[in-house]
């Protein structure tokens, strides 16, 4: 029999703690892809999130360092100053870059720091209950916002990737969606050129934003949380190249 699909050497052979229907675990193989595709398996640096990825560490066999919350753009800086011939990327959740984090992703953009971060928006706090990100968009139930997000004193959704989009340090930001195959695909093809972009010593950040279901807090089946990206997120962050 052929094998036409198998684990990649990057992605360890265990169970992982997420919940059925996760986006974390797909985007954790895909990065892994991308590691292995790179040939740079030897010379990465992960940087663990604080957020349901926490064990990221458990799952890429990569080296890899946990930090605090919102704090891994910082971490990245200095790893990659001491180390600039190593590859360095963050793996960080949406309460993590877009709250507690929010000035760390900008200053390391804004300073174009030679990073790769890969932002997972998932509209929510997951790890911790399901609460309302800044990403959360108008209308969504979470556990804190139970009528659903109203703009009128929980604010607006926050489009990050539009944010650094504008900075001249952010030499390549695109948004992605774990919600569809083609999606899934584009994703990969966004993490390549990240990775790519590190590696051929371009003089700036790049950052991959995914569109990525959280099933068990948006309350939903993993079936309807991907139409649920397709339908809602989507129009609050579209998909595309928005720089580089
Ligand atoms: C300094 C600090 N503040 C708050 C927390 C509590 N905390 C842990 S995970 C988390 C939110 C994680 O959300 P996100 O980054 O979006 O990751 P997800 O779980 O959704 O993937 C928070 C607030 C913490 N661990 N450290
Ligand atoms: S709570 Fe949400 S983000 Fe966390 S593992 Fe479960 S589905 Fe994934
Ligand atoms: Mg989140």
Redesign the pocket.
């Known amino acids: 029999m052929k094998t036409v699909f198998k684990r990649t050497p990057t992605l360890k052979d265990c169970i992982t703690h997420y919940c059925p229907g996760c986006g974390?675990g797909i985007a954790h193989r895909l990065v892994a892809e991308t590691i292995d595709e790179l040939g740079i398996r030897g010379r990465t640096i992960g940087i663990a999130?604080?957020?349901?990825?926490?064990l990221a560490y458990d799952y890429l066999d990569v080296d890899m360092v946990e930090v605090?919350?919102?704090r891994a753009p910082a971490v990245a800086t200095g790893m990659k100053r001491t180390n600039p011939d190593k590859i360095i990327f963050s793996y960080?959740?949406?309460?993590?870059?877009a709250?507690?984090g929010t000035a760390e992703i900008i200053h390391a953009a804004h300073r174009g720091e030679q990073i790769t971060v890969i932002f997972?928006n998932?509209a929510?706090?997951?790890?911790?209950g399901g609460?309302m990100?800044p990403t959360t968009v108008i209308g969504q139930v979470t556990t804190t916002t139970q009528k659903g997000r109203k703009a009128t004193g929980q604010g607006y959704p926050l489009q990050v990737s539009e944010l650094l989009a504008a900075l001249p340090g952010a030499i390549y930001v695109e948004r992605c969606t774990l919600s569809s195959v083609a999606g899934v695909r584009k994703a990969k093809k966004a993490l390549k050129h990240a990775f790519e972009l590190q590696l051929e010593g371009a003089e700036g950040l790049s950052l991959v934003e995914v569109l990525s279901p959280?099933p068990t807090y948006w309350r939903m089946t993993p079936v309807k949380a991907m139409e649920w990206i397709e339908k809602e997120m989507t129009k609050v962050f579209p998909l595309g190249r928005l720089r580089g």
């Open positions: 974390h999130p604080v957020g349901c990825a926490v605090a919350h919102g960080q959740g949406d309460g993590d870059l709250a507690i997972i998932n929510v706090f997951g790890m911790t609460q990100a959280c």
